[in-house]
């Protein structure tokens, strides 16, 4: 047996023991008690350097991991943003003393982060946003209004980003934070939406003073730490659901077909055909990009091709789910795996980290070449614009 195989078995063995028979969304008690777990029997930052806590080990032991960890569904979903966005973010652009401050406790699940990003007036076009940061003396003093924001009432820290310069066009004057969401400052409030749980929050920041050294990238260059989170984020999302069960999936559909004698239905066996080669092809795509990503290529944009077909599949897998299940589809409860509050999560996959028509912008410029999108408002200074966040402003 290689060392290879060995690693891969081990972590099968581990698994086996840890996490089988866990709930996909247990307590936080409990995936804080996992993860910790996790990371002591050094499956947490596989790949992510040892000065900062990570295993310091290659994409080869990273996939081991991956392929031993078929089938099981970690509970791991409140620590997601932290190690998919926030971790790497921090690996890339931040400091030195913040790399050493916040990895470690991310992987070990001892905090929590989250992306602080949307705004009630600032979704799509993030870069119009209206939270100010301003420097006071020996501190930035953030002030503003977050919406969408996952897990932020679990979470310990975000990363924020905020306008500290209003007098220059609205991609120049941005910069990113990161804050303490148990500042006295900081309320969060839960969202529920319609699956019945609230999976996202709006969050008010009353002037919370950040010191200089939370400054995440360069003051002003907050749209470039931005692009490095989005960027994370679509490739995590797509990968992440590459490894996840999906209840809706072509396995699970067509065993539910079987049960109730539809699989000789032409119109039936069309859909479902239809949903296992759109699988496929994510599968493929994902397998791709990550054995890339695994080899030091980035993905860059090709990341919102993967988003884009997870939305996709997942609305169509929810449409063939409807036609096959009928009523049932909308039984909570045991029913069938999970399915009711999967279909009515489906939708938000075509909005959480971008959605599709942004998607589909940022694919045809930046990986067919299409010309880009007229856009009015790139070279004017941020306080002087008569559109979008700006145009309430204007009208008071
Ligand atoms: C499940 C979920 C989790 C989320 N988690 C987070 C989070 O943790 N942190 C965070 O910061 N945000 C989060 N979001 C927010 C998400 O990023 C935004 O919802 C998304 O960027 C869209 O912004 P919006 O809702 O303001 O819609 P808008 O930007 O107002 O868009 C409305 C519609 O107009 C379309 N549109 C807008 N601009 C264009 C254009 N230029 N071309 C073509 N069509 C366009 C959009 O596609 C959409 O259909 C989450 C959202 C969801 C659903």
């Given at each position: 047996?290689?060392?290879?195989?060995?690693?891969?078995?081990?972590?099968?063995a581990?698994?086996d023991?840890h996490a089988?028979?866990?709930p996909?969304?247990?307590?936080l008690?409990t995936a804080?008690t996992?993860?910790?777990?996790?990371?002591d029997?050094?499956?947490?930052?596989?790949?992510?350097?040892?000065?900062?806590?990570g295993q310091g080990l290659?994409?080869?032991?990273?996939?081991?991991?991956q392929?031993?960890?078929?089938?099981v569904?970690l509970?791991?979903g409140v620590?997601?943003?932290?190690?998919?966005?926030c971790g790497?973010?921090l690996?890339?652009?931040g400091?030195?003393?913040q790399?050493?401050?916040y990895i470690?406790?991310?992987?070990?699940g001892e905090?929590?982060?989250?992306q602080m990003?949307?705004?009630?007036?600032?979704?799509?076009?993030?870069?119009?946003?209206?939270?100010?940061?301003v420097?006071?003396g020996?501190?930035?003093?953030?002030?503003?209004?977050?919406v969408w924001?996952?897990?932020a009432?679990?979470a310990?820290?975000?990363?924020?980003?905020a306008?500290?310069?209003p007098?220059v066009p609205?991609h120049?004057?941005i910069?990113?934070?990161?804050?303490?969401?148990h500042d006295?400052g900081v309320?969060?409030?839960p969202?529920?939406d319609?699956t019945?749980?609230?999976?996202f929050n709006?969050?008010f920041?009353?002037d919370?003073?950040?010191?200089?050294d939370?400054?995440?990238g360069?003051?002003?260059?907050?749209?470039?730490?931005?692009?490095?989170?989005l960027?994370h984020e679509?490739?995590?999302?797509?990968?992440g659901?590459a490894?996840?069960?999906r209840?809706?999936?072509?396995?699970?559909?067509?065993?539910a077909a079987r049960?109730?004698?539809?699989l000789?239905?032409a119109a039936?066996?069309?859909q479902?055909?239809?949903?296992?080669l759109?699988e496929?092809?994510?599968?493929l795509f994902?397998?791709?990009?990550?054995?890339?990503?695994?080899a030091?290529?980035?993905?860059?944009?090709r990341?919102?091709?993967?988003?884009?077909?997870?939305?996709?599949?997942?609305?169509?897998?929810?449409?063939v789910?409807?036609?096959?299940?009928?009523?049932?589809?909308?039984?909570?409860?045991?029913?069938?795996?999970?399915?009711a509050s999967a279909?009515?999560?489906a939708?938000?996959m075509a909005?959480?980290?971008?959605?599709?028509?942004?998607?589909?912008?940022?694919?045809?410029?930046r990986?067919?070449?299409?010309?880009r999108?007229?856009q009015v408002?790139?070279?004017?200074?941020?306080?002087?614009?008569k559109v979008?966040?700006?145009?309430?402003?204007?009208?008071?």
């Amino acid at each position: 047996m290689t060392d290879l195989e060995e690693y891969r078995r081990r972590a099968r063995a581990w698994l086996d023991e840890h996490a089988r028979g866990l709930p996909r969304e247990p307590d936080l008690a409990t995936a804080k008690t996992f993860m910790a777990k996790l990371y002591d029997a050094g499956y947490s930052g596989i790949t992510w350097p040892v000065e900062y806590g990570g295993q310091g080990l290659s994409a080869a032991e990273e996939r081991a991991f991956q392929e031993a960890a078929r089938g099981v569904t970690l509970p791991i979903g409140v620590f997601g943003i932290g190690l998919g966005m926030c971790g790497p973010t921090l690996l890339s652009i931040g400091t030195e003393e913040q790399k050493r401050r916040y990895i470690r406790p991310l992987l070990r699940g001892e905090e929590i982060w989250c992306q602080m990003f949307s705004e009630p007036g600032a979704g799509s076009d993030v870069a119009s946003l209206q939270t100010r940061a301003v420097l006071d003396g020996d501190a930035w003093v953030v002030s503003g209004q977050k919406v969408w924001t996952s897990v932020a009432r679990q979470a310990d820290f975000g990363l924020v980003i905020a306008r500290t310069d209003p007098d220059v066009p609205k991609h120049s004057g941005i910069t990113m934070f990161v804050i303490d969401l148990h500042d006295p400052g900081v309320t969060v409030r839960p969202l529920r939406d319609m699956t019945g749980e609230a999976h996202f929050n709006e969050i008010f920041i009353d002037d919370v003073r950040i010191a200089p050294d939370q400054v995440v990238g360069e003051v002003n260059g907050g749209w470039s730490a931005a692009v490095t989170t989005l960027l994370h984020e679509r490739v995590s999302i797509g990968m992440g659901a590459a490894r996840t069960e999906r209840p809706a999936s072509y396995a699970n559909l067509a065993a539910a077909a079987r049960k109730r004698g539809l699989l000789d239905d032409a119109a039936v066996r069309d859909q479902l055909v239809d949903l296992y080669l759109r699988e496929r092809a994510f599968d493929l795509f994902n397998a791709r990009l990550s054995q890339e990503v695994k080899a030091g290529i980035q993905p860059g944009a090709r990341g919102s091709v993967a988003k884009l077909l997870l939305a996709e599949l997942t609305l169509y897998g929810a449409d063939v789910a409807g036609e096959i299940l009928g009523p049932d589809a909308v039984a909570y409860g045991d029913g069938e795996g999970g399915i009711a509050s999967a279909l009515s999560f489906a939708p938000g996959m075509a909005l959480g980290g971008g959605t599709n028509e942004i998607m589909r912008n940022i694919i045809g410029d930046r990986v067919l070449g299409l010309p880009r999108e007229p856009q009015v408002d790139r070279t004017v200074p941020f306080r002087e614009l008569k559109v979008g966040t700006q145009a309430k402003e204007a009208g008071k």
